[in-house]
Structures are given as structure tokens and as C-alpha cells.
């Protein structure tokens, strides 16, 4: 017998009865009934997955409105301050497979490439060593530094490093105090986005359809049925409270997601970045960059470096256990950490040192405090997670939008076997 939430073949009609994983006690209902659908969180998983409802064909009749905390608008967390790789070297691979190849789409049917800065890149392990300007005082190292285990994807064959160089085009970063560099995926596994653009217009195009989006406007309550199933989202915004109906709500809400879910095993590891705008007479050849350097502070440091399109560069720092405030509008951007990871990335490339900082800011990855993850699927009757991603939420949207909202809409995930990932695996 299949999985309730996968199965192979053809959908359901939007006419058929929509059968739900907990048949036992969710109501049977046709596809046709009026669906009132809340999101919580306009990440890049909230803002993505409003898209990707909007699309589905049993969309017709239902509401979507998609509540977001800050008071900025969508994206102000680690949606907007992440490095936005995309990689088929990614994990889980569950998710990756189908994520990637809708990366390809989105970025086909919506002009990516001028929209969100979509682009292959080249990826590679650099290590060598660090120059520091005899005026510059060491501001330290930070305390307590988490692996954001970005890498944890790839396999290096140490055979196939090479010891004489870098690519011809890498010319951003200094060879002689190059050690080592090696390619970490072969051509066409690695791409990149804008994340702030990717989520904004993933926002824009769902909200082309229907949805609607209340700003700064906190979940504070699920209010179930005597049944369990989800009833409606109780809410704060500056005008007071409120209480929206609904049918089904999908939490996105990141590291604040345990919140509204008690149990829900999610925490947040804070991680810092800086972007600078490097000199226009110095171009930057497309390459992602995971560095160890040595001889700058104590012991190795290994910040991940992204070149953009716009002529940005994009770098971040190691992750720290900084409690999670209460909103993401409070997030505190420590100035050392931000220093500190300038003046890596600076002490290996001229183009870096001579650049503009545009932004020094932090953010609070959602991590799963039991290991594994994300977290994605239905955890009661109407209500459904999808939460946890740590370094991988840009890389994994697509995928996890679109089975959520074929899980949603179908009642079953039909694009990938994401059993291993439901919210009974890990509460």
C-alpha cells in the first residue's frame, strides 16, 4: 500500500474527494469546498509556498493570507541575509532533487537571471594563508562558533586536489598566499539567487493570484476544534488583536516557529554577514568560496565567500548560541563578529580589502535541536510544518512548497517520498 503522503501516478482531480493522512478524524471533503489557508511567516519557505498554492490547479475557491511578524515586510531574516546558494550537492537529498530542478523552472518562467541574480557558479575548497595590514588591531575571534555545515553535502576527493594554483578566471583571491584549492561539484551542480529578491518576488507573483499579506502582524494562538482540527490564528499587529478563520495553516515561521507549536523541536543558531561592493575596475569572476585561513587571529578561520552578479560580494561567518529575541525586527548585529569576518575575507583578496561594506547583519538559522531535518508535513488535522532548514532554506524552497502544497491542496505529496522528514520523525 502506498504512503498517504506520497504516491506515484496521476493526480487527483479536482473533483475527487481529498483523503488526508489523518482520515480517522479530518472531515472528507471535496477539493471544490472553500479553503481559507494561513501561512505563518514570510520567509523564503512562507513566500515560496504561497507561489506554489497559487499555481496548484485545485486552487480555485480558497484564500490564502499570509501573516508576517516583522514590520519591515517579508524576508528580514535569514530569507534576506543568506548567501542564496542552490546546489544538487544539498541535503536531504529527498528535498534537493525535486528543489533544484524547480529552481530551473522558476528562474525559466520568470526571468530569474535579471529578477533574483540567477546564475550557475562554480564552488571550491580554498586554503592558504591570511595577510593583515600592520594598522589593523586583531579584534579576536568570536566565542563559541557553530559549523553552519553548509559542506555537509559534498564529498572532496583529495586525490583531485590540485597544488599549483587556481582557476584561470579566479583572480580575486591572491595566489601566492594560496595553498590549496580544489573544485567541490562538477559544472552545472552549483547555482546562486538574490535571496531577498527570490523571496520578494515569489511574494509579488503569489500575491498576483490572490494572496494576501498582513505586515507586521505576529500568530500568537492555533485554536483548534474539540476534534483537534485547526479552526483559526489568533494575532497582534499595531492595531491591536485579532482572529483569523481558517482551514489550514502552514507554519514557516523559522526559529520563532516553536512559538505557536509547543514540543516543536526547532531552535535558532544566530550567523553573521557582511556584503561589499568590490571596485568596478575589478571584476569578480562567478565562484562560491569555502576558505580556511590561516595566520589572521588564532588557529583557522573559515568564512564562506559568494561573489554576486552586481558586482557584490557576499561573506559569513561562523554560527553562535545567541538567544533567539522575541521578534526578528530585534535581531542584535554584534560589530565584532561582522569585524572580524571583514577583515578574513579582506586579508586574502585585494578586491575585498579596496571594497565598500554595504551591510554588516545577522540572522537566526532554524536548526532541529534533535538533529535531521527539516521538518516538513502535517502534524494535526489542518495543520502542517515546514520549518528546520538551517543553511539549506534557499537551496530547498521550491521542493518544499511544492510538496507542501500538494499535500495541502491533494492531500498527499506527490513530487518526492518525504516520509523521513515528517513532523511524527522527530515529535
Known amino acids: 500500500m502506498k504512503s498517504d503522503e506520497h504516491a506515484k501516478g496521476p493526480s487527483l482531480s479536482c473533483s475527487s474527494i481529498r483523503t488526508s493522512t489523518f482520515s480517522s478524524t479530518l472531515m472528507s471533503a471535496s477539493t471544490h469546498a472553500a479553503r481559507h489557508i494561513i ?13 506554489y498554492l497559487t499555481r496548484h490547479p485545485c486552487f480555485h475557491n480558497s484564500t490564502i493570507t499570509l501573516l508576517e511578524a516583522s514590520h519591515h515586510g517579508a524576508a528580514q531574516g535569514a530569507s534576506g541575509k543568506a548567501g542564496g546558494l542552490v546546489a544538487r550537492w544539498a541535503y536531504p537529498k529527498e528535498i534537493v532533487d525535486v528543489s533544484f530542478e524547480e529552481h530551473v523552472k522558476l528562474a525559466k518562467e520568470h526571468g530569474g537571471q535579471d529578477r533574483w541574480g540567477w546564475r550557475f557558479v562554480d564552488v571550491g575548497s580554498w586554503e592558504g594563508r591570511g595577510e593583515v595590514l600592520e594598522q589593523e588591531e586583531d579584534p ?10 553548509k559542506t555537509r553535502g559534498l564529498t572532496v576527493d583529495s586525490g583531485t586536489r590540485t597544488q599549483k594554483g587556481l582557476p584561470d578566471d579566479l583572480i580575486w583571491v591572491k595566489e601566492h598566499l594560496t595553498e590549496s584549492y580544489s573544485p567541490m561539484a562538477r559544472s552545472g551542480a552549483t547555482a546562486q539567487v538574490h535571496p531577498y529578491l527570490f523571496t520578494t518576488s515569489m511574494l509579488e507573483l503569489a500575491k498576483e493570484k490572490g494572496l494576501q499579506v498582513k505586515i507586521g502582524c505576529a500568530a500568537t494562538k ?8 485547526i479552526t483559526s490564528v489568533e494575532y497582534k499587529d499595531s492595531t491591536g488583536s485579532g482572529s483569523i478563520t481558517a482551514t489550514d495553516v502552514i507554519i514557516c515561521a523559522g526559529a520563532w516557529s516553536p512559538n505557536l507549536i509547543p514540543g516543536l523541536p526547532i531552535e535558532g543558531t544566530r550567523a553573521h554577514s557582511v556584503v561589499i561592493r568590490t571596485p568596478p575596475t575589478k571584476p569578480i569572476a562567478p565562484y562560491v568560496l569555502f576558505t580556511e585561513i590561516t595566520c589572521i587571529g588564532q ?62 547583519q545577522a540572522c537566526f538559522l532554524p536548526v532541529s535541536s534533535v538533529g535531521g531535518g527539516p521538518i516538513i508535513g502535517q502534524r494535526s488535522p489542518g495543520l502542517y510544518i515546514a520549518t528546520g532548514h538551517t543553511c539549506w532554506g534557499i537551496s530547498n524552497a521550491p521542493g518544499t512548497a511544492k510538496a507542501i502544497s500538494e499535500l495541502v491542496l491533494d492531500g498527499k505529496i506527490r513530487c518526492a517520498n518525504l516520509k523521513s522528514l515528517q513532523p511524527s520523525k522527530f515529535f
Not at 501561512?39 to 507561489?51: K, L, N, P
Not at 492555533?222 to 482540527?229: A, G, I, P, R
Open 39 to 51: 501561512i505563518v511567516g514570510g520567509g523564503i519557505i512562507g513566500c515560496t509556498t504561497a507561489y
Open 140 to 149: 579576536g575571534n568570536l566565542a563559541r562558533k557553530k559549523s553552519l555545515e
Open 222 to 229: 492555533l485554536v483548534y476544534s474539540s476534534t483537534n482540527q
Open 299 to 360: 588557529g583557522v578561520n573559515t568564512p564562506e565567500i559568494y561573489a554576486r552578479p552586481d558586482g557584490t560580494v557576499y561573506a559569513c561567518g561562523p554560527g553562535d548560541e545567541s538567544p533567539l529575541p522575541d521578534n526578528v525586527d530585534d535581531v542584535v548585529v554584534d560589530s565584532t563578529a561582522c569585524q572580524v569576518l571583514l577583515r578574513n575575507v579582506s586579508s586574502i583578496s585585494d578586491q575585498l580589502r579596496d571594497g565598500e561594506v554595504e551591510k554588516r
